[in-house]
């Protein structure tokens, strides 16, 4: 059985989901319950906080809506599929098949289309820069990301009510939706 059942009670069979079935009530549920770093971290830091946070980033960056609502997105699969550690994740290609037709589809359902290869970089750039951020923060570790990351936002790195997080990223990816639409953005 393949079939989990969501927040909103809807079932979703993770390898074959369905894009009606992709709630982003579900998606900001579940990634507010989850802490980064499998839990590691000296205090709760949830993986919403941490999209919202890289969406932040993004529009101090002056990147565009599209990016903007893709940081929010960028690990939204891990609501159907559970966050794992990038050192296991890079081991397990059956998972990461599920979990990258998952987010492209979640992409797809929010964004209209799915990232361009610029898109992509900006994203992994401000996710990489955020989780070197997060590491210095919440476990005083400096991690090597391959390049000297900088920040232009102001992200919170404390322990955030998990409602208010809930609430909060959902408002944030309806808002950005909402702007892209209004904007032709989003086009096919």
Do not use: W
Not at 75 to 96: L, Q
């Amino acid at each position: 059985m393949s079939a989990i059942t969501l927040y909103t009670g809807k079932t979703m069979d993770i390898t074959t989901p369905q894009k009606e079935n992709i709630d982003i009530a579900d998606i900001a549920h579940s990634l507010s319950m989850i802490c980064r770093a499998n839990g590691h971290f000296k205090s709760f830091y949830s993986v919403a906080q941490h999209c919202i946070n890289c969406a932040a980033e993004a529009y101090a960056r002056g990147y565009s809506k599209a990016v903007q609502l893709a940081c929010l997105l960028h690990d939204a699969a891990e609501a159907y599929v559970c966050d794992i550690p990038r050192p296991i994740k890079n081991g397990m290609a059956d998972f990461c098949l599920i979990e990258d037709r998952l987010l492209d589809m979640i992409y797809r359902k929010y964004l209209h289309r799915g990232l361009t290869a610029r898109e992509q970089a900006e994203v992994k750039e401000i996710d990489d820069t955020m989780l070197c951020f997060e590491f210095d923060a919440l476990m005083g570790k400096r991690l090597d990301v391959g390049f000297e990351p900088y920040l232009l936002s102001q992200p919170r790195f404390d322990a955030c009510d998990c409602r208010f997080v809930e609430r909060y990223y959902a408002r944030l990816v309806k808002e950005l939706v909402r702007e892209m639409e209004l904007c032709g953005a989003a086009l096919d």
